[in-house]
Nanobody
Framework: QVQLVESGGGLVQPGGSLRLSCAAS????????MSWYRQGPGKERELVAV????????NYADSVKGRFTISRDNAKNTVFLQMNSLKPEDTAVYYC?????????WGQGTQVTVSS
């Protein structure tokens, strides 16, 4: 079965960096685009970044452009989210998502807290 397991969250000061990872299994990872979403306190879940199956194309929410970078390693079935210049408003649970044959799958999420 499809499994997505996020890791790398934590507490970081404003201006700091974190790198999130999402390990995927149960499907042909290299055939599918992957995305990162986040849900902040009292907010709806929002799309943060998406990457094409081969990694050649990416897209970002305006709020993270220039600060976040999505990448993937198809040999390791892993997608990453490098987050730099973090702001308190980036505080959220971050989820990776795969849509496999039209069915959405989500990881359990990893908490990112940006606070001094």
């Amino acid at each position: 079965q499809v499994q997505l397991v996020e890791s790398g969250g934590g507490l970081v000061q404003p201006g700091g960096s974190l790198r999130l990872s999402c390990a995927a299994s149960g499907f042909t990872f290299s055939s599918y685009a992957m995305s990162w979403y986040r849900q902040g306190p009292g907010k709806e879940r929002e799309l943060v970044a998406v990457i094409t199956s081969a990694g050649g194309g990416t897209n970002y929410a305006d709020s993270v452009k220039g600060r976040f970078t999505i990448s993937r390693d198809n040999a390791k079935n892993t997608v990453f989210l490098q987050m730099n210049s973090l702001k308190p408003e980036d505080t959220a649970v971050y989820y990776c998502k795969a849509s496999v044959q039209g069915v959405p799958y989500w990881g359990q999420g990893t908490q990112v807290t940006v606070s001094s």
